[in-house]
């Protein structure tokens, strides 16, 4: 098992890729704090944790708020003694709307959920990890950290910050044992694709060069990967889960 004994953290994981994520994880040998602001769902996936055999534990979390990313790595550290792997996957879509349409509380609600709930994370994981001498970051991003796509601004916007976070915590803190790593990931059916209009999800499986959409487990199995110490030399680096969208 490639996270075997390591202490892990997923935001977002009541459901969809998170979920998918924090299984991974638990099957790969991490204990895992299962975060989400949806107490019922995160619950779920601490039962399915345990269903496999894993170690599991829930904090209800609200990245937006400070307070709840500070308790979040303050339980992983006071139930097993450190932090080694946090993945900052929650998020929010928003529905399609025109660059010029897109309202101002739009605007705030996906940036505070896609780009500052990870900088909030972040600032509360890294000293966590530095006092145990290193430990790996994976932040969610989305083909959309690479790219654009119609209707999708703040979105668009808040991933590519994302990326951009990922690249400061891979140079700032390389030499102190901190890696950092963006997935970016194309369409995947996970719920979240519900927020496009009708007409845009139709046509979400023709826009993929394999004809379909992913998987969250397929996320969820890069995700593993990057966090074990096989990708050791993996940092600051965006990896795309996106069945070769970006490759046109």
Request: a negative charge.
């Amino acid at each position: 098992m490639i996270l075997e004994g390591k202490r892990a953290l997923v935001t977002g994981a009541g459901r969809g890729i998170g979920r998918a994520i924090a299984l991974a994880y638990a099957a790969e040998g991490a204990r895992v704090a299962v975060a989400d602001i949806d107490d019922s769902a995160g619950g779920e996936t601490v039962e399915l944790i345990g269903d496999l055999g894993g170690e599991a534990f829930f904090v209800h979390t609200d990245v937006t708020a400070e307070p709840d990313q500070t308790a979040l790595v303050d339980a992983v550290v006071s139930a097993w003694g450190g932090l080694d792997i946090a993945c900052n996957n929650a998020g929010v879509a928003p529905p399609m709307t025109p660059l010029a349409q897109t309202t101002p509380e739009l605007w705030h609600r996906v940036i505070n959920v896609d780009l500052t709930g990870v900088f909030l994370g972040v600032i509360h994981q890294i000293p966590a990890m530095l006092a145990g001498g290193g430990g790996t970051i994976v932040n969610m991003g989305s083909i959309l950290s690479k790219v654009a796509f119609p209707g999708l601004t703040p979105y668009t916007a808040a991933k590519h910050g994302v990326d951009g976070i990922t690249k400061q915590i891979a140079l700032e803190y390389a030499a102190k044992g901190i890696r950092a790593v963006t997935i970016g990931p194309a369409f995947i059916r996970t719920g979240l694709e519900a927020a496009l209009a009708p007409e845009a999800r139709a046509n979400l499986d023709a826009q993929q060069p394999a004809g379909r959409m992913g998987d969250p487990d397929e996320v969820a199995r890069a995700a593993a990967f990057l966090a074990s110490d096989g990708a050791s030399f993996i940092n600051g680096a965006y990896v795309p889960v996106d069945g070769a969208f970006l490759a046109r």
